[in-house]
């Protein structure tokens, strides 16, 4: 096992956002392809970006979740397909840690190694013989094409044989059949495919109770002390998500931006966009909200990482807050988006013409069942009136 010095959040975002024309140049074909390219795979494996949140003696980095944001909003920036799925890679890739150090070395004896996921349990585990025979499905593989490993959760009995409840495993791709389905409206390049189980052993020691891994009953001795372990998985998946939606803001500043120049308004006296007092108010509108978008992602990355610092314990409402701040992030985003895209004109609606992308991007973002505004507004004010969460997933 090979350790290695952290890679500074500096460098790291430099790395970035010098991948963006590559992104941006990529965009179409990426949407075409309905996956990411392997060139764009290849050079976020470059820039070391699968390192961010692998423990230092895997050879990672063990970045912050402030680091692996503002990568990832970069990358955004660039392309939200490719924002979107390392996101989505590092937290399946982070989870890896929570399983037992031999399950570890395993995964991590893969160069890069790319870990998708989900958090639905769509499949049922029956015990067998040295561990579980798995049957199902899932949907919404984020990343599916280009990964080694996928982290499922299943249904198993409880160890009491009276009921049922879910339980995390990892499983390698290549027990597992690729259903090619991703045909969507947004983030099309994200390669969100189906995956199925067919009597797909898995062994007892890369199966854990999704009920211990709520609670940060994780099962890595030698994570235990590790900062980046010290750490709710929800908490986690929280910080993780919100520089997509950053980098899906701030790339509708910089397409509408760039266009700016060239424009006119149709039918009105103004032969510059620049210069008409409507493009004022909604830039200047649009600026105020990217700010108060990275207001909540600054405060829900600081959370996590200074919790995973010092080792405290986090407080329910921290949790249902953490996101309540995705929900808007989620909102704020959409709303500038929409801004530069309704101030596009009609010309905008054609593909070559980025913000079109950018909006069914962020439209989907928003859609994410663990992302929806309004179910994490609500999650947070039922805490905030006093009431139990009516969620596993806090």
Known sequence: MASTSAVPRTELVRRASNLIPLLRQNAHRTEQNRSLLDETVEAMADAGFFKMRVPARYGGYESDTATQAAVTAELARGDGAAGWTMSVWTIPGWMVGMFPDEVQDEVYETENVRVCGTLSPTAVATPVDGGYTVNGQWGFISGAPHSHWQEIIAMAPTPDGQGQWPVMALVPMADLRRVDDWYASGLRGSGSITTVAEDVFVPAARV????????EQYASRLNAELPMYRAPLLGV??????????GLAKAAQDVFMER??????TYSDYTSQREAPVTHLQVG????????LGFHADRVTALADERSRTGEPWKLEERARSRADVAAACQLAKEVVDIFAGASGGSSIYESVPIQRILRDVNAVNLHALMVPSTNYELYGRILCGLDPNSTYI
């Open 237 to 246: 998946a929280a910080a993780s998500s919100v520089g997509t939606l950053v």
């Open 285 to 292: 509108q649009a600026a105020m909200k990217i700010d108060q």
């Open 260 to 265: 700016l120049g060239g424009r006119k308004i």
């Open 208 to 215: 854990l109770p999704l009920v211990a891994v709520l609670q």
